[in-house]
Nanobody
Framework: QVQLVESGGGLVQAGGSLRLSCAASMRTSSTYVMGWFRQAPGKEREFVAA????????VYADSAKGRFTISRDSAKNTVYLQMNSLRPEDTAVYYC???????????????WGQGTQVTVSS
């Protein structure tokens, strides 16, 4: 079972930036795709961005385009989410996930981290 550990969450003012990290315990076929999801209180978990481990193909949710950047360091089995121009509506628990297809459907991801809180104050 792959373990995913997120870090980098915190409290930031609107317009600020944060970088989230997700370290995978091993490199297997089940981590071909690494993604970020988020869940705000009272809302369903939603897709943010994903990246393929081998060639770095990326996909973003519309809410993330132009503000967030997903990247990976294959040597470190780590994926990053650089979040700029943060808004109060970005406040959520951010989860790292691993899967085999670069899709936005959370059901396609088999391994999940414990989540890291991001709070954006207005």
């Amino acid at each position: 079972q792959v373990q995913l550990v997120e870090s980098g969450g915190g409290l930031v003012q609107a317009g600020g930036s944060l970088r989230l990290s997700c370290a995978a315990s091993m490199r297997t076929s089940s981590t071909y795709v690494m993604g970020w999801f988020r869940q705000a209180p009272g809302k369903e978990r939603e897709f943010v961005a994903a990246i393929t481990r081998f060639d770095g193909t990326t996909v973003y949710a519309d809410s993330a385009k132009g503000r967030f950047t997903i990247s990976r360091d294959s040597a470190k089995n780590t994926v990053y989410l650089q979040m700029n121009s943060l808004r109060p509506e970005d406040t959520a628990v951010y989860y790292c996930a691993a899967g085999v297809r670069i899709v936005s459907n959370s059901r396609e991801y088999n391994n999940w981290g414990q989540g890291t809180q991001v709070t954006v104050s207005s």
